[in-house]
């Protein structure tokens, strides 16, 4: 009868113990679960307006607004901004930044004011402004002698 109550006794523990752990590892798994919903349901980006500072990656823009509200502008700053995506790979036949052949052939066949005026208004694939909406005409004329190396 001793042997019968050890036999059960074990049995009852290994039972016991394959409870324990299945119940373990599914709150493991409802736990990772639960993490992975809350990953697919959090937001991909967030909204920032003018004068708010952003958590991530919003300095730039709102140092433009900034400059933009004060009357400052920078050159470089708005190139590095709007303009060097096309300006510097030389995209979709854009003349590279500095390049003075590129340049110099077009302010010679087209003359400054026309290449200032198609940089108002846009040209080929260009968009109007080069996508700075905050530009003045002013601004633009500064940028154009910026990128071309024509700034003193």
Not at 27 to 32: E, V
Not at 58 to 87: I, K, R
Not at 103 to 122: D, H, L, P, Q, Y
Request: net charge neutral.
């Amino acid at each position: 009868m001793a042997v019968f109550n050890s036999v059960i006794r074990f049995r009852f523990v290994k039972l016991s113990l394959l409870v324990l752990s299945v119940l373990f590892a599914g709150s493991l798994a409802a736990q990772s679960l639960d993490q992975q919903v809350a990953e697919r349901l959090k937001p991909i980006g967030e909204v920032c307006l003018a004068g708010q500072a952003c958590a991530s990656g919003g300095a730039a823009p709102a140092a433009q607004v900034a400059a933009a509200a004060t009357g400052e502008f920078s050159a470089e700053q708005v190139y590095t901004q709007s303009c060097a995506m096309c300006h510097a790979t030389g995209m979709a036949g854009a003349p590279k930044f500095g390049d003075a052949d590129a340049w110099s052939g077009r302010i010679a066949a087209k003359g400054f004011e026309t290449v200032v005026k198609n940089s108002i208004t846009g040209i080929n694939a260009m968009p109007a402004k080069g996508m700075c909406m905050t530009c003045t005409d002013e601004n633009m004329t500064a940028l154009v002698e910026y990128i071309s190396g024509q700034a003193q």
